[in-house]
């Protein structure tokens, strides 16, 4: 098993920066892949971002591309998202997930850190 578990998040104004972290545990030789989704209210779950864990490929949403940065520290066992030009749209419960090898969905999930951006 893998735990993660986010921090980060906070409340902050249209514009400003915020990074969120996502620490991970257990068997962490068993990860392949992170990722960022995010969920506002009333809406599903979407990606945001992700990043393989040995080779850094990177993929992002349309709607973050230019804005997000993810990256990890595997000396730390940690992934990052880097929050830039935050918009009030970017308001949403944030987590981090996970996925071995050999499967092709995301099946390790923190508990979420709430990011809420005013205007």
């Known amino acids: 098993q893998v735990q993660l578990v986010e921090s980060g998040g906070g409340l902050v104004q249209a514009g400003d920066s915020l990074r969120l972290s996502c620490a991970t545990s257990?068997?962490?030789?068993?990860?392949?892949?992170m990722g960022w989704f995010r969920q506002a209210p009333g809406k599903e779950r979407e990606f945001v971002a992700a990043?393989?864990?040995?080779?850094?490929?990177?993929t992002y949403a349309d709607s973050v591309t230019g804005r997000y940065t993810i990256s990890r520290d595997n000396s730390k066992n940690t992934v990052y998202l880097q929050m830039n030009s935050l918009k009030p749209e970017d308001t949403a419960v944030y987590y981090c997930?996970?996925?071995?090898?050999?499967?092709?969905?995301?099946?390790?999930w923190g508990q979420g850190t709430q990011v809420t951006v005013s205007l």
């Open positions: 990043i393989s864990w040995s080779g850094g490929r990177t």
């Open positions: 257990g068997r962490t030789s068993s990860v392949y892949r």
């Open positions: 997930a996970g996925r071995s090898a050999s499967r092709s969905e995301f099946h390790y």
